[in-house]
């Protein structure tokens, strides 16, 4: 398969645990947040956002917390299944999608 | 199925020669997008359109050009110019230019030999 990055920041989990991926955004004006998966060789996939007036929001399984103090942004996903090996990035933008910022990815391994 | 195409998934060139990479949408999305991938790096924006006839350079233009002569259409041309062009390119769109969410085709992975 495609190789997304080869010196990324890896999490491993077992499966059936809950897994907390952590991103630190770098612009306090940014307004938006979003969360990508992407599986190898493939193009990524939306998962959740968040607008800077939340704190936190939950979907099914994913819930993403804000943190503006600090500039924290972390995915929790629950109960984690072997689906959802792939790299996950964060990007952050300040009024409008040509200025989204991604993250450099963290790689999810689930151990079964 | 409303997506993203992006055409060929695999190419191989050698150096000196350009190509044009395929994104074609169906989504009626007025923006669309091109970024680089490479390994341990994130998504860098090259170009990206709000309206047909209307692109402008991103983080990383040059070397890399673009036409959107139709909205569904965006083709992105890697000239000689471009001095590591070996990468995973990935096409993307949204609704309009200030809409956070981005969808992504699958991508197109260049080799220049």
């Known amino acids: 398969g495609e190789s997304v990055g080869l010196h990324l920041p890896t999490l491993s989990v077992q499966e059936g645990d809950n897994s907390i991926i952590n991103c630190a955004y770098s612009n306090s004006a940014s307004d938006y947040f979003i969360w990508y998966k992407q599986e190898s060789g493939k193009g990524p996939q939306f998962i959740i956002d968040i607008r800077s007036n939340m704190d936190k929001r939950q979907g099914q399984r994913v819930t993403v917390l804000l943190n503006k103090t600090v500039k924290h942004l972390s995915l929790q996903i629950a109960a984690t299944q072997p689906g959802d090996s792939a790299v996950y990035f964060c990007a952050e933008s300040f009024q409008g999608a040509q200025k989204l910022v991604f993250g450099q990815g963290t790689r999810l391994t689930i151990n079964p | 199925d409303g997506g993203i195409t992006q055409s060929p998934k695999y190419l191989f060139r050698k150096e000196g020669q350009n190509v044009t990479l395929s994104c074609e949408q169906n989504?009626?999305?007025?923006?669309m997008y091109w970024y680089r991938q490479d390994p341990g790096q994130g998504l860098r924006l090259i170009y990206y359109?709000?309206?047909?006839?209307?692109?402008q350079k991103g983080d990383i233009a040059e070397g890399y050009s673009v036409s959107r002569e139709k909205k569904e259409s965006f083709p992105l041309t890697v000239t000689s110019a471009q001095k590591n062009p070996t990468a995973f390119y990935l096409c993307?769109?949204?609704?309009?230019?200030?809409?956070?969410?981005?969808?992504f085709g699958e991508g197109s992975r260049l080799t220049v030999l």
């Open positions: 993307a769109s949204s609704i309009v230019i200030t809409a956070g969410e981005l969808f």
């Open positions: 359109s709000q309206i047909v006839n209307d692109f």
């Open positions: 989504l009626n999305h007025d923006a």
